[in-house]
């Protein structure tokens, strides 16, 4: 009877309708030689999920589908001292893509696909992630896990980034990088990226970086917005913020209020002037879309 309750109850954790459906698709086992991890994850469509294991497999990969029900390609391969892993994922025709970039562009009723993948990466080894994602969902949580680089490009999937357990970046993020053409990206808990350097590339979607948590170092942020939407939340009055916008009259920026003029197109919070080395410094580009700040 007991172990009948343990596995509905873990059916129900993970949101499947039964934990007999998920399937292991892929995995790399630890190599002794690497000390470190490059993973390149491309995923066209459906709904990708990336997490810490407890285990000291560099890779695992589990899906609600068969092998057969969708196309791959997939390599390991041993570079120096790194392991170079490259997965790409297929699961729609054409037809479904287009019917996704028209459901951004007009609206309208979408059908949620079903289809997903969980990724499970090693709490033990450091990670540089390159993550493309064409369409559908995707859940990055990097909880507990250790990523000196880390990249996001979305076409038309809606990502969020977060750190759920709030448990920080294991060692120092050199850059993170995300970029945006027609989907949405929020990325949460920035402070916890322990990251030298923030780059963000709006095209014609939406972004939120959340920086409403004081960082543990001084973070700078170069931004560019095309024609979509980027918000931007801000840590308490005590942590320094210098703003530096190039805008156009096409464009819309909204500064909040802790925000002072102090030259031309820049603007900084009473906390820079006391004490400008650590500050969060924002240097944005925007041509016909719009910028928000808001306040913690």
């Known amino acids: 009877m007991w172990r009948t309750v343990i596995i509905i109850f873990l059916g129900r954790l993970w949101g499947l309708d ?61 570079k120096g001292k790194t392991c170079v892993v490259k997965l790409a994922l297929d699961q729609e025709s054409e037809r479904g893509v287009g019917r996704k970039i028209s459901h951004h562009m007009f609206g309208g009723e979408e059908h949620p696909n079903e289809k ?112 979509g939407n980027l918000v931007i939340y801000l840590p308490s009055a005590e942590v320094p913020v210098i703003v530096k916008v190039s805008d156009s009259w096409l464009c819309s920026v909204n500064l909040s209020h802790s925000l002072k003029k102090i030259s031309e197109n820049t603007f900084a919070n009473a906390a820079y002037s006391k004490n400008p080395k650590d500050a969060l410094t924002f240097d944005l580009d925007v041509s016909l879309g719009k910028i928000i700040f808001k306040e913690h």
């Open 18 to 78: 039964s934990i007999a459906q998920v399937k292991k698709q892929f995995t790399v086992e630890k190599n002794e030689e690497c000390n470190k991890v490059e993973l390149c994850l491309k995923a066209k469509t459906g709904n990708c999920f990336i997490r810490q294991s407890q285990n000291n497999e560099l890779l695992n990969i589990y899906s609600n589908q068969d092998l057969e029900e969708y196309s791959h390609s997939f390599s390991n391969e041993v």
């Open 116 to 227: 997903f993948w969980k990724v499970y990466l090693t709490e033990e080894m450091p990670y540089s992630l390159d993550l493309d994602y064409g369409l559908g969902n995707a859940n990055v949580d990097l909880s507990g896990l250790s990523v000196s680089k880390l990249k996001i490009n979305t076409g038309s999937a809606d990502v969020h980034v977060s750190y759920s357990s709030m448990e920080s970046n294991k060692v120092d993020m050199d850059t993170f990088y995300i970029k945006v053409d027609m989907g949405s990206l929020s990325a949460r808990q920035l402070n916890l990226t322990r990251a030298k350097y923030v780059l963000a590339d709006v095209g014609f979607g939406n972004m939120l970086l959340d920086f409403s948590d004081k960082p543990s170092i001084g973070h700078k942020i170069k931004g560019i917005v095309g024609a």
